[in-house]
């Protein structure tokens, strides 16, 4: 077996298992979003946090698609599918990075 294909089949399993939780989560696997938790317990009153999970569980279901993608083409065609998929899953990932926690959820305000 390919070792692409292993690196991106787990990655799309957990990525798929993280989406679920946090589509079962609702409101509270907002939570667990990185940097929102950070937030004071007072401000966070101020955020949809269904939004929130929402959003993420969307995230997390493309990047399970991307590295299943990743995956099946990895397996079927070529070992570079896999590294396609790593570069179009950091461009996913680095674009939703902020380093300020306000600005990351302000869309998210009530």
Same mark, same amino acid.
């Given at each position: 077996?390919r070792l692409g294909f292993w690196m991106c089949f787990v990655l799309?399993?957990? !990525?798929?298992?993280?989406?679920?939780?946090? #589509?079962?989560?609702?409101?509270?696997?907002? #939570? !667990?979003?990185?940097?929102?938790?950070?937030?004071?317990?007072?401000?966070?009153?101020?955020?949809?946090?269904? %939004?929130?999970?929402?959003?993420?569980?969307?995230?997390?279901?493309? %990047?399970?698609?991307?590295?299943?993608?990743?995956?099946? #083409?990895?397996?079927?065609?070529?070992?570079?599918?896999?590294?396609?998929?790593?570069?179009? %899953?950091?461009?996913? !990932?680095?674009?939703?990075?902020?380093?300020?926690?306000?600005?990351? !959820?302000?869309?998210?305000?009530?």
């Open positions: 077996m799309a399993v957990v !990525f798929a298992v993280l989406a679920l939780l946090f #589509g079962l989560g609702r409101e509270k696997a907002a #939570g !667990f979003v990185s940097g929102f938790n950070s937030i004071p317990q007072k401000e966070q009153e101020k955020y949809d946090k269904a %939004w929130i999970a929402r959003d993420m569980r969307n995230s997390l279901f493309v %990047w399970a698609a991307v590295m299943l993608a990743g995956a099946a #083409g990895s397996r079927f065609i070529s070992g570079y599918f896999a590294v396609a998929a790593y570069v179009v %899953w950091s461009v996913l !990932f680095f674009r939703e990075v902020h380093l300020d926690a306000r600005k990351a !959820f302000e869309k998210y305000l009530l």
